[in-house]
């Protein structure tokens, strides 16, 4: 069962067929040429004995020509449905019987020749669990041998059955949120976003912290923001629900580059980025662009109201006074 469903894992689809499937042809391996093997060990063969002189019969015989041995043919034969294996229906529902019971076992779908007295035999799953699933029985046997042989059992999706969806590591599923206090995190150890500290740029004219060579080496953290990393916060920053382009920078009436509550970050992100210190705005405490706003603005305004709380009104009518006219 564990060779069937690698092949299948491995891409390999099979469907079954009455059809002889053809053999793949043995690459037959490469040889000299008889005839100009022995030509020229034929005219080699003089010349050594004229040099030779008196040679004794060991020596004459070590230079006599050795005839090649003939290369093998390629196999052209195709692979033929065996008729026996393929006959023997109710041994392989047998065989899936054992494993699984008839009750799942539905109608034969058909057979397909693997190999040279090799046949897999197909069989519908009436399970409702596994709809579309197929159940599948290798048979074979020995060369002028009637017995059938059962190799393997199996049940293999089919073309329309629901299987499981295609494994993604887990540093492509998590994402942000996904992390509780008491998770952590594997150590990536190539993380394209870090680099050595003593790997950093040259220094700049524009002083740029993240830049400065050697900033952070002996400083207690080993590795720091390498280019990429840098350039990839910054996309995720710019696209996120603080960024230039969010609900909230669309109808702001000014942006965060003139709030008084922005605190610009240190390193070349401040040109763009800052942290929000307002306790009014949705995003205190968070990173936010130049181009963002919100109504928490500090240079903000709207038309005042009165601030005077409104008289009371007190009922001094009593239920005599009140007249009631009908009609």
Not at 34 to 39: K, L, P, R
Request: net charge negative; proline share 7%.
């Amino acid at each position: 069962m564990s060779s069937l469903f690698s092949d299948w894992m491995a891409g390999r689809s099979a469907e079954p067929t009455n059809d002889p499937a053809p053999a793949q042809a043995a690459s037959a391996a490469k040889t000299p040429n008889n005839a100009e093997t022995a030509a020229v060990a034929e005219t080699a063969a003089p010349a050594q004995t004229e040099a030779a002189g008196t040679a004794a019969p060991a020596q004459a015989e070590a230079a006599a020509p050795v005839k090649p041995a003939k290369a093998p043919r390629a196999s052209s034969e195709k692979i033929v449905l065996d008729t026996q294996l393929a006959a023997a229906i109710d041994t392989a529902r047998s065989a899936i019987a054992e494993v699984a019971g008839s009750s799942v076992i539905g109608d034969h779908l058909g057979t397909l020749a693997e190999g040279t007295r090799l046949v897999t035999h197909y069989f519908a799953c009436t399970d409702p669990i596994y709809r579309g699933w197929r159940w599948v029985a290798v048979l074979a046997r020995a060369p002028r041998a009637k017995k059938v042989t059962v190799c393997e059992t199996a049940l293999l999706p089919g073309p329309d059955s629901l299987v499981a969806p295609e494994w993604v590591p887990w540093d492509q599923r998590v994402e942000p949120g996904d992390l509780t206090p008491r998770d952590t995190l594997p150590k990536v150890e190539d993380d394209p976003n870090l680099q050595q500290g003593f790997e950093q740029l040259e220094e700049t004219s524009d002083g740029n912290l993240d830049e400065i060579p050697n900033f952070e080496f002996g400083l207690g953290r080993r590795r720091v923001l390498s280019p990429e990393g840098i350039s990839a916060a910054a996309t995720r920053w710019a696209e996120s629900e603080t960024g230039g382009e969010s609900d909230f920078a669309a109808k702001a009436s000014a942006h965060c580059s003139s709030c008084g509550y922005f605190l610009p970050i240190a390193g070349s992100l401040r040109q763009k980025f800052g942290v929000c210190a307002n306790g009014w705005s949705p995003a205190d405490g968070k990173v936010v662009a130049l181009d963002f706003g919100c109504g928490a603005h500090s240079e903000t305004d709207v038309s005042r109201q009165s601030n005077e709380p409104a008289e009371a009104v007190v009922d001094d009518y009593s239920v005599s006074e009140l007249e009631f006219q009908e009609g």
